[in-house]
């Protein structure tokens, strides 16, 4: 069977090929600085390096065999599969291969009226079911979409870029989980919200990103569903192939027609559904500028909306952190998802002290992630999502080089098809940087130094974005203190990227407006009489 080796440990480089200051030299064959104690290092780093070395694991492909999928898929509207009237078809790759993998039909202004106008027939008839049928059919979804996490891993994986294990660990069972939580909620209403009395808003124009495709599509039609809204949803252009796949799964939960419409297209398709009178509500996720266009386009209409839009997550690690756990915070942080993650710590802030054994360690944990085949089991880092993302990630890294910040990148070779970016750090950076003010959306990471806790929080909140944050200490108190002086909807301590259905997500500035998730998440899509 064919090998391939764990990559290779080589000395660190700096943009200009020369070794790099610190490498975790200073902690391979004798004792280690950590936070001003003296750490033994049981294994000598040569041994450690020859160990790796020599490792090779074995490829371990998810077999894709019994996936089923079309070669072409029209609209879904009023529970059927329609043609487009004035629309087109697009093909969908996958970006680890950059191969076809089917044709989606796209919708035109007259496509987007249709869609419309069958959530709108739908939505009284659904509205008045007893809201425990609502609930029911939801988790009659959720079950079904247990039943088929696999296969629905699996084309998540092959039309996103992103590895198997995470679209198999994290996105389904979060895609599940906020089905079922907001099935719960259908009938108990007026339980979350005691002595009002909520009604649903109508119809929602729902338009979703390309980095998490079944879990924004769950996130956005769950509660507006429980709540007794229907939905015309708009999956990104890169990504439709699992909201084809939820469709059939509507299909077999014998949701009632109209109830949830899914158009696929561009930009264009977004708009006209934006600027679609019929809509009661727009929900969006996606990047701060066509959020603004969002905004400006509701604006004065009376339709509600809600944006959930970029970041710039600040990641502080204080000196008195656990540092192992910490590192490992940071890679899930900013790797998951090859970075792809509004909510990533794409800055990370370490304390000075710690910083030299902090990024060393980090480097060295960098040597050790495994790019490549999304489908394939042992894969840290996928494909980028598309051509697109990769230039938009290589024009910032470059700006990063050019602008005198000192990267670092492991040596292993990326694949030669598909849309890859190695994972890379950025050290010497500046607050001015375009890679520290600017969102990469890529599995790039950029690293600056504080002294006290004040400049922590100072830096962390110097950003036009406040989204997420993440804190690492060993104190309790200082949890406290800094996580509330953080502007940010959401902010993890000792951890990073954990998602609850009942816990409120969204952002603070132009990160967005509105809350998904919790009660807050079901407030947006209710109007109390
Ligand atoms: P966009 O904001 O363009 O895309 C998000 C969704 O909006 C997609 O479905 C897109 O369709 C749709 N859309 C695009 N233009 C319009 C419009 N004028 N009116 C209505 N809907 C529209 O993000 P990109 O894919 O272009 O990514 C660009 C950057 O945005 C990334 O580098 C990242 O920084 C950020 N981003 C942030 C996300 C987040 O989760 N907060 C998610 C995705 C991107 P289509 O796919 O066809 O363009």
């Known amino acids: 069977m064919a090998t391939r080796s764990k990559p290779r440990s080589l000395p660190a480089k700096n943009r200009n090929g020369a070794a790099e200051v610190p490498t975790p030299e200073s902690v391979q064959n004798g004792v280690a600085s950590d936070g001003g104690s003296k750490v033994p290092v049981a294994v000598p780093r040569a041994a450690v390096n020859a160990f790796v070395n020599e490792t090779q694991y074995a490829p371990a492909p998810e077999s894709a065999d019994h996936v089923r999928l079309e070669k072409k898929y029209p609209l879904f509207i009023d529970g059927q599969w329609q043609e487009p009237s004035d629309g087109g078809w697009m093909k969908t790759i996958n970006p680890a291969t950059e191969a076809t993998i089917a044709e989606v039909a796209t919708a035109g202004q007259n496509d987007v009226e249709r869609a419309v106008v069958a959530a709108r027939e739908a939505q009284g008839k659904w509205a008045r079911l007893p809201a425990l049928e609502r609930g029911k059919y939801l988790f009659r979804v959720a079950r079904l979409i247990q039943e088929r996490s696999r296969e629905l891993a699996i084309i998540e994986s092959m039309n996103g870029g992103k590895p198997i294990r995470e679209a198999r660990d994290v996105d389904l069972p979060i895609v599940a989980q906020h089905l079922f939580y907001h099935a719960g909620w259908a009938d108990k209403l007026q339980y979350a919200f005691p002595g009002e009395t909520p009604a649903p808003l109508g119809v929602v124009g729902q338009i979703i990103p390309w980095n998490f495709p079944l879990m924004m599509a769950a996130w956005k039609i769950a509660p507006a569903l429980a709540c007794g809204n229907t939905v015309v949803l708009k999956p990104a252009e890169t990504t439709p192939l699992t909201a084809m796949k939820l469709a059939e799964i509507f299909q077999d939960a014998g949701l009632p027609e109209g109830v949830v419409n899914i158009i696929n297209g561009g930009g264009s398709t977004g708009a006209a559904l934006v600027n679609h009178a019929g809509l009661d509500k727009i929900a969006f996720t996606g990047s701060t500028e066509v959020g603004k266009g969002i905004m400006k386009a509701l604006a004065g209409t009376g339709r509600q909306y809600t944006l959930e839009l970029g970041g710039k997550a600040a990641h502080i690690i204080f000196e008195d952190a656990p540092l192992d756990e910490a590192v490992e915070g940071i890679v899930n942080g900013i790797f998951f998802n090859q970075g792809h993650v509004c909510c990533a710590g794409s800055r990370v802030l370490i304390q000075e002290s710690v910083a030299d054994v902090v990024v060393a360690r980090l480097k060295r944990r960098l040597d050790t992630l495994i790019v490549g085949d999304p489908l394939d089991k042992n894969t840290d880092i996928g494909a980028i999502n598309s051509r697109e993302q990769l230039n938009r990630i290589t024009t910032l890294v470059n700006a990063g080089i ?44 950029t690293i600056q130094t504080f002294r006290t806790p004040e400049e922590a929080i100072e830096k962390a909140n110097n950003t036009r974005y406040g989204l997420s944050a993440g804190v690492w200490t060993d104190k309790g108190a200082k949890i406290f203190k800094t996580t509330s002086a953080l502007r940010a909807g959401v902010v993890w301590a000792n951890t990073f990227n954990r998602f609850d259905p009942s816990a409120p997500f969204g952002g603070y500035k132009e990160s967005g407006v509105g809350r998904e998730g919790g009660l807050q998440g079901l407030r947006s899509y209710l109007r109390f009489e």
């Open 402 to 445: 050019e602008e005198g910040a000192c990267i670092y990148q492991p040596p292993q070779p990326l694949p030669s098809r598909g849309f890859y970016f190695a994972p890379t750090i950025f050290t010497e950076t500046a607050q001015s940087h375009r890679i520290v003010q600017e969102e990469i959306f890529g599995p790039v990471v």
